[in-house]
Each structure stands twice: as C-alpha cells, then as structure tokens.
C-alpha cells in the first residue's frame, strides 16, 4: 500500500511506529553507517561549529558524530528547548557526561542551563536535524511542535543535515505548509541525497 503524504499527522504517526518496531541491533548497526557517512561528508569537513541533537531511542543515534566533531576540535553544541516559548537554543558542550548533561524537556538530556554557553544561531555552521519523515526534495515532518522550523529559519547560513533511517524517506512528495523549512541533505544508512549544495 502506497504512504499518503498528503496529511502529516498520518505519516507522522505511521513513521514514528515503524521506527518503534525498528530492532535495536538494526538501528545501532545503521545509526553506526550514518554516523560515519556524516563524518566523511563534506559539509561536515567544512563546518567549525555544529548544533546536533541528543537521539531519542528511536532515533539515528548522533553519538558516535558527536564524539567525533570534540575529537577534531569542533564547536559542538546541543538544544536547550523552553517549552514555554518553544524555542530552541543552541548551547556549546564540552563532553557527552553527565557533568556536561542533564534531562530536561521531554526526558532529553540537554547542556545544564545558567552556563554561559548560548551561541547564536547565526554562528552556527552546520545543523544536524532529526526528523520523523523526508521526501526526495528535502520537505521535513518532524514532531509536530515546530521547535526545528523555528530554530531553523533563524540559523539561515548553516547548511542542514538530516539523518534518517532509509525507511523514512518516502518517494512521494510531502504536502507541507509554509513554515516548514527544507533541509539541503539527507543521509541515511543507504543514500547521501543531496537536494541543494
Ligand atoms: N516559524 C514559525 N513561526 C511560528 N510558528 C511556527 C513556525 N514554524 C512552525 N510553527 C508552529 O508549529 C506548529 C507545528 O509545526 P509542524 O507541524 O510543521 O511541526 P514539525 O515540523 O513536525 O515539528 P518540529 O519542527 O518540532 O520537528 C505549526 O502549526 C505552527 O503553528
Ligand atoms: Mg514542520
């Protein structure tokens, strides 16, 4: 049976089962191929500060990319999220411990807030963006909140990476609404799209 794409909330729901019934040992060993794909890409190379995300269990786990980019020197930074404002902050992390995290918004670990870490989200050279559903031209449906749309039209100079599972990129276009922002590149476990440079 072919996805509809025509309603988000479908799809959204759709995905984020499938995602679910993911095995966990497929979802390392895919997560592992993605986060080496990353790394080797050139829009990774070429960024000096990126804002990644700390991966839910479902989720491609950014960890390994994560050491990586404070292996190499890089300017890593985590969302700080308020769920009042619904915003997202970009905030600098020194390491991947618990001296470094602590859960916050919706049980995910986040920088501590009351450090001075904030970076503007126009420093910010490379996003890495989380996501329930891709199509082939770059359209996001993510978890409905609009956190990443939000944040997203404010770091307009950084390229934005999502990491997918292959399965999560459906081939027919998704119907999206004018707030939604497009990312430029997808990499899952099978494919490197590319949608714009
Ligand atoms: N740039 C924006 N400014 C104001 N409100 C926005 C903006 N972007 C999204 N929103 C609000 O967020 C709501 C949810 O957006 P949407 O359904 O696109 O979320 P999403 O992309 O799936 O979620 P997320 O970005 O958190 O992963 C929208 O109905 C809209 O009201
Ligand atoms: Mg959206």
């Known amino acids: ?14 995905m984020k089962k499938m995602r679910k019934e993911h095995h966990p040992l497929e979802r390392k060993k ?3 191929t993605i986060c080496g794909k990353l790394v080797e890409s050139t829009g990774f190379g ?3 500060t990126i804002l990644f995300y700390y ?3 479902d989720e491609v786990d950014t960890l390994a990319a994560i050491a990586a980019s404070l292996e190499q020197k890089k300017t890593v930074c985590l969302p700080c999220t308020d769920r009042k404002t619904g915003v997202i902050t970009a905030c ?3 390491g991947l411990d618990g001296h470094n995290l602590e859960k916050a918004a919706f049980g995910i670990p986040e920088p501590k807030p009351g450090e001075n870490t904030a970076v503007p989200a ?9 996501g329930v559903a891709f199509d082939l031209h770059g359209d996001r449906v993510g978890h409905g909140l609009g956190y990443y749309d939000r944040f ?7 390229k934005k990476i999502a990491l997918a599972f292959d399965f999560q990129v459906v081939n027919e276009k998704i119907v999206c609404e004018s707030h939604d922002v ?3 590149e997808i990499i899952t476990e099978k494919r490197h799209i590319v949608v714009r440079k």
């Open 182 to 184: 497009t990312v430029d």
């Open 152 to 158: 997203l039209t404010s770091a307009r100079k950084a």
């Open 55 to 57: 991966p839910k269990s």
């Open 1 to 14: 049976m072919p996805i509809s794409c025509q309603d988000k909330s479908q799809l959204r729901n759709l």
């Open 46 to 48: 070429q960024a000096k």
């Open 92 to 94: 600098e992390i020194s």
């Open 122 to 130: 126009q420093k910010i050279d490379l996003v890495i963006v989380p």
């Open 30 to 32: 895919k997560s592992e």
